[in-house]
């Protein structure tokens, strides 16, 4: 097996724009359904692409949006802002679902990070490998406890605790795992875990 790291290349703003503006179309309607996950078609510059979306997935986009504004176009930042108003609008009418659907997500984005971490007792090497691919499940944790606020449940913060402790202990620091051109959206202090690497 190659011992380089899985490639996490950015999705440009535009592609990034692209998805959000989807899910932002979507949004009742996925809000209405039960399904976590939803499969969108986005017209991107290389065509028509599926791409599958998630309440953690639109919030890490518009995070990176945000955290990147200095290079959007002016029109993409006007197209922000209205996107943004629309989620909010739809969001705050269907609040408990919209709440429901995100602590189904971090659940199951916690339940794939503790089977990538008892994978990596098996095989360190393909853990170090595949890490940079794999975090993004704890940053998208991350967009979705800032969305929910103190409406979380109370045992959900020590699950995520439970986690980051494994992560720490298995980790040791390192340079940004993820594309440079993106590291000014992720300031170390509180995404620790991008600036880390697991031993061996």
Not at 44 to 59: F, K, N
Not at 96 to 102: D, F, S, T
Not at 149 to 170: F, H, N, S, T, Y
Request: proline share 3%; hydrophobic share 40%.
């Amino acid at each position: 097996m190659s011992s380089k790291l899985s490639t996490t290349v950015a999705a440009t703003p535009a592609e990034d724009m692209a998805v959000v503006r989807e899910m932002a179309n979507e949004m009742q309607d996925y809000l209405m359904g039960e399904e976590v996950y939803r499969t969108l078609i986005v017209v991107t510059a290389q065509g028509e692409e599926r791409i599958q979306s998630s309440c953690g997935d639109l919030l890490a986009r518009l995070h990176k949006l945000e955290g990147l504004n200095k290079l959007l176009t002016a029109a993409q930042r006007d197209e922000l802002v209205s996107i943004r108003r629309r989620l909010d609008a739809t969001t705050q009418s269907l609040q408990a679902r919209y709440q429901g659907l995100i602590v189904r997500e971090i659940r199951a984005r916690l339940n794939s990070l503790q089977w990538y971490l008892d994978d990596c007792d098996e095989d360190p090497k393909a853990c170090r490998v595949q890490y940079p691919f794999e975090i993004r499940n704890r940053q998208r944790i991350a967009e979705m406890l800032k969305a929910l606020g103190d409406r979380k449940p109370a045992d959900l913060q020590g699950e995520v605790d439970a986690i980051d402790r494994r992560l720490r202990d298995m980790t040791t620091g390192a340079d940004f795992v993820w594309d440079k051109r993106v590291q000014t959206v992720y300031p170390q202090d509180e995404y620790w875990y991008l600036y880390a690497l697991p031993n061996g």
